[in-house]
């Protein structure tokens, strides 16, 4: 069988489809993500779509350079109400935004497209709702010490398979599209493609 290819560098999409036994190698689409969100966001589109738009862009960025391929594109947003956010520039900002998440409920949105030859094959978007518990500055401070610039790469700022949790009082959702893809739904499509067996 072909070996998919992944238009991500997320150490966490790449985790999720190794322990899930996919065959896959990853080349990490360069588009401009920052401008593709802010006209997204300045063409009314809901958070769904932007974090669907822009995992499909980055599946066909990768396509249109390795024809033939099947091509996986991921991303993540965040919805604060009707505030769509992305990842924080610094810890600083990261900061900032943990203490407007706490005490709340966000929405998590985590989109995923398989793209071939410029043209997408498939897209889905799920929903995660995560209410974060009411923690001290103290709390929050020793969280980013503890973690770093690492937790940078992540839309919220947490990461939910590790101390991340500790964030939280509750999350409606699926665990895995916490994490970054909605994994099932992935398989299930990879299948469909002839890329995984179906038996």
Do not use: C
């Amino acid at each position: 069988m072909s070996v998919l290819v992944l238009a991500s560098s997320s150490a966490a999409r790449q985790k999720m489809l190794k322990d899930a036994g996919v065959d896959f190698r990853v080349s990490a689409a360069d588009i401009d993500e920052a401008g593709l969100m802010a006209d997204l966001i300045n063409g009314g589109h809901d958070a769904a779509a932007i974090a669907g738009a822009l995992a499909e862009q980055k599946a066909l960025a990768v396509s249109r350079r390795l024809p033939g391929e099947l091509v996986l594109g991921g991303d993540q947003i965040l919805a604060l109400g009707p505030e769509i956010l992305g990842k924080s520039r610094d810890l600083a900002a990261l900061r900032a935004l943990l203490l407007r998440l706490k005490g709340a409920s966000h929405k998590l949105f985590s989109a995923a497209a398989l793209a071939r030859d410029g043209k997408t094959l498939w897209r889905h978007t799920d929903t995660v709702t995560l209410t974060m518990r009411d923690f001290s500055d103290a709390f929050l401070d020793n969280y980013l010490a503890a973690e770093g610039e690492a937790v940078l790469s992540s839309v919220g700022g947490y990461h939910y398979e590790e101390r991340g949790a500790q964030l939280f009082e509750r999350v409606d959702g699926d665990y895995l599209t916490i994490l970054g893809l909605p994994l099932l739904p992935v398989l299930a499509a990879l299948r469909a493609q002839g890329l995984m067996p179906k038996d």
